[in-house]
């Protein structure tokens, strides 16, 4: 019997860790955040009331197993003058099944069987929910795209609403044999599943290890100078202390030139692995050369990721 991982992410971190390890003899359950309100998204949420669908069509297109050209043709963007502008075809496929199954769960499980997915996409909530930011300097900030635009240091995040968490995420927590928190925006990817009291409770209760895959670079405003260890001081103020068992961090050698282009173009910089502060949390470090570049972009390598974790999970 395979062994049983449970993901949180959103996004493109969780997409990137998804495309590799699907290629492993492992039964994954991804768990989306649906609180993204930007781009054509956020749009889809205003014009019909519907929890983001964004991330999770991302996630879907990286699982399948179809022709490549199908899944280009989900990722497709209109570049018009129409109100199409922007929007991506597969946001609108969920839109038009949502309306006609009434369910978030049921509209991903068709578009699954439609595009060969293999394992199971969950949404944290049904509902429609409002991601909000408290800064340091008590300014309420209310929506992820403002959030992330905002550059801000945080103090606090929450949603405007309690979520009402599927059972199903629940379940798959209980069921897991490790729980994955993905590379991805720390404040806008990952917090979003911690502050939901039903998950922390769940995931405090779990059996199974907890494992951080730890960004490769900073984010402005929100992890400015933050080390591997930062990270999971955060992540434990959310869940609880000592919940996060094991991270997976790059040592990779990044050459000069991409390290300053990233600090003054895009003022990010490459997070550093404090091995003495991760020991004094217990926590485990896998650190491996997992980083490559694309188009000068610092990117995971996903299969090399992926096997990184499918080596941890066998030893459990």
Excluded: W
Excluded at 136 to 146: F, K, L, M, S, Y
Excluded at 196 to 209: F, N, P, V, Y
Excluded at 214 to 227: I, K, L, Y
Excluded at 250 to 256: A, L, T, V, W
Aim: aromatic letters at 6%; charged letters at 25%; a negative charge.
């Amino acid at each position: 019997m395979h062994k049983k991982i449970t993901i949180f992410g959103g996004g493109t971190g969780i997409s990137f860790l998804l495309r590799g390890l699907k290629e492993f003899p492992v039964d994954i359950t991804a768990v989306i955040t649906t609180s993204d309100n930007g781009s054509s998204t956020g749009e889809l949420r205003k014009e019909f009331s519907i929890p983001a669908v964004g991330d999770i069509r991302q996630v879907i297109t990286n699982l399948s197993n179809i022709d490549s050209d199908i899944k280009k043709l989900m990722e497709y963007r209109f570049n018009t003058t129409s109100d199409l502008n922007n929007h991506a075809i597969g946001n609108l496929i969920f839109t038009g099944l949502l309306d006609i199954t009434g369910s978030l769960k049921k509209t991903i499980e068709e578009i699954s069987k439609l595009l060969d997915v293999r394992h199971t996409v969950l949404p944290l909530s049904e509902d429609c929910l409002t991601l909000v930011g408290k800064t340091v300097d008590g300014e309420i900030i209310e929506g992820e795209t403002a959030i992330t635009k905002a550059h801000k240091k945080y103090k606090k995040i929450y949603y405007k609403e309690e979520p009402h968490v599927l059972p199903e995420v629940l379940e798959a927590i209980k069921n897991a044999d490790l729980i994955i928190f993905s590379m991805g925006s720390l404040y806008t990817s990952i917090l979003p599943h911690v502050i939901s009291k039903e998950i922390k409770k769940a995931i405090k209760e779990a059996k199974a290890k907890k494992m951080y895959i730890c960004n490769a670079v900073t984010q402005p405003g929100e992890t400015d100078n933050f080390t591997v260890s930062d990270h999971i001081k955060l992540l434990n103020h959310y869940i609880g202390k000592n919940s996060i068992n094991v991270v997976v961090a790059s040592n990779s050698k990044i050459s000069k030139d991409i390290v300053d282009k990233y600090s003054t173009e895009e003022q990010k910089d490459l997070v550093l692995i404090d091995d003495e502060e991760l020991l004094k949390l217990g926590v485990e470090i896998i650190a491996e050369d997992l980083i490559t570049l694309e188009d000068g972009t610092i990117k995971h390598d996903s299969l090399k990721l992926s096997a990184t974790v499918f080596n941890y999970i066998m030893r459990l």
